[in-house]
């Protein structure tokens, strides 16, 4: 390249590039939101990819199992959230139908201190439904459930920390709905969340 | 931990990087340390630090601020997910830079196959920028240069860039996108060359 491109025709070509890149060099901005957006997404993924690695430094939550946790609730007609601990590569659809049919509480031994926790949500008339808690700053959209294979029932995974979470489902991007079957918590002006426990022991509780 | 932010910026990862480095605060390395020790927000200081130079290059080689826009996102979580293999935390700027430079090829590579999908005005592109055109009588000649950037390969795009706009050395161009130094002056030229024929009108030669 060298010996074909001499010194003279680089000063040629520098003097010409930069007429060009005068007007090139001239200040962007990113836009207003873009710090916001992208901030919302570190937010999530750094519970796990940072601070959660902080208190567990082997950084092996995602190789622990856990054992469903589901509880029953026949001839519920509306909406009904479940809140459930279950094996990070598991099928979700067989365990529901299977857990289901039990209602006792079962923990398996924790390994560390950071849980995947399946919030399972049955509405079948429901078109979108969200997830907002203290674990995602009570944003709207930024963790949506998706569907199962099973009718009308909804999943998503999200790492816990140890420690006492509030949660609620929003389906349809406006309702606000309690999980039925947790316990509640009110706050000032008297909207319900659900609670759900994880223990640092890898037991938990709602 | 959370940085301190009433220190002025420090951050050296690069000089003309760091000229832009208007946020104040703590340097590149003080706050990457704080978010690796759980401070997750200390992550918003480097992305305000860099998120205009980033956008410029990005726009530049996208030609699209939309698409320059999603590159950037893209670019910034990738930086965000591997700031441990940031091994020079007070080059994080260049770091940075590598991981955009990658993301805005992965862009532009889907921008060829969506220009496939649906063919953009081509000839009204050439037209703009060819000598004589009415585009060219309205002295539009940022426009001009923008489009013609466009019409270039995109490694020949992104080369010019990197040494005309951004002002890199050819062995900071190197190291950041992994082409040897004789292959960059290549691009380089042959961008000039480009752009002098695109852009002759422009400049009357």
Redesign the interface.
Known sequence: ??EF?DDK??VQ??A??????A?????????PS??K???E???I???V???T??ASPNNSWWRTEWIIRISPRGGVAIAAGIAALIAVSSVLGSRISARSQQPSVTVAPARDTVQLVRFVFVDSGASTVALVGDFNEWTRGATQLKRSGAPGVWTVSVPLTPGRHEYAFIVNGSRWVADPLAVKSSDDFGTESSVIRIASAGKSET | MKPTRAVEANCDARDNWASHSLVTGTSDAELIAAVLAGDIEAFSGLVRRYQDTCTRFAVRMLGSRVDADDALQSAFMRAFRGLRSCKDPNRFGGWLYQIVINECRTYATRQRRRELRFPPATEAIERAVAPGSEAEADKDVGGHIERALSMLPTEQREAFLLKHVEELSYDEMAEMTGVSVPALKMRVKRACDGLRDLLEGVYNG
């Open positions: 390249m060298g491109y025709a680089q070509d520098a010409f590039a930069e007429r060009v890149a007007s090139l060099r001239a200040p962007e901005r990113a836009h873009f710090e957006r992208l901030m997404k570190v937010l993924e750094g519970r990819l940072y601070k690695a902080a």
